[in-house]
């Protein structure tokens, strides 16, 4: 069983930066490979970004892409989203999540674990 648990949200103007935690318990997290997503009012949830269960290989939506950057620390069992050069198009409710299936993680379905979710707003 892993729980997460994400921090770090908040109201930001365009062009602002935030940095998400994603902590997790338990003892096995180096197993898990760690994703982010987000859903918008209105929208359905979508893949942000993606680690590997080392940190070794990252995967970003084009989206996000030169502007956000995923990595995990091990040690702490968490997982960060820095997100730079935000745009009112991120606002979004943010989520951790965490599959033993790298491939699972980024395609979003039947992901094992997810978070409860942090707000992050961008004004213009």
């Known amino acids: 069983q892993v729980q997460l648990v994400e921090s770090g949200g908040g109201l930001v103007q365009a062009g602002g930066s935030l940095r998400l935690s994603c902590a997790a318990s338990?003892?096995?997290?180096?197993?898990?490979?760690m994703g982010w997503f987000r859903q918008a009012p209105g929208k359905e949830r979508q893949f942000v970004a993606a680690?590997?269960?080392?940190?070794?290989?990252?995967y970003y939506a084009d989206s996000v892409k030169g502007r956000f950057t995923i990595s995990r620390d091990n040690a702490k069992n968490t997982v960060y989203l820095q997100m730079n050069s935000l745009k009112p198009e991120d606002t979004a409710v943010y989520y951790c999540?965490?599959?033993?299936?790298?491939?699972?993680?980024?395609?979003?379905?039947?992901?094992?674990?997810w978070g409860q979710g942090t707000q992050v707003t961008v004004s213009s």
């Open positions: 999540a965490a599959d033993l299936v790298w491939r699972t993680v980024v395609g979003g379905k039947d992901v094992d674990y």
């Open positions: 338990g003892r096995t997290f180096s197993s898990y490979a």
């Open positions: 680690i590997s269960r080392s940190g070794g290989s990252t």
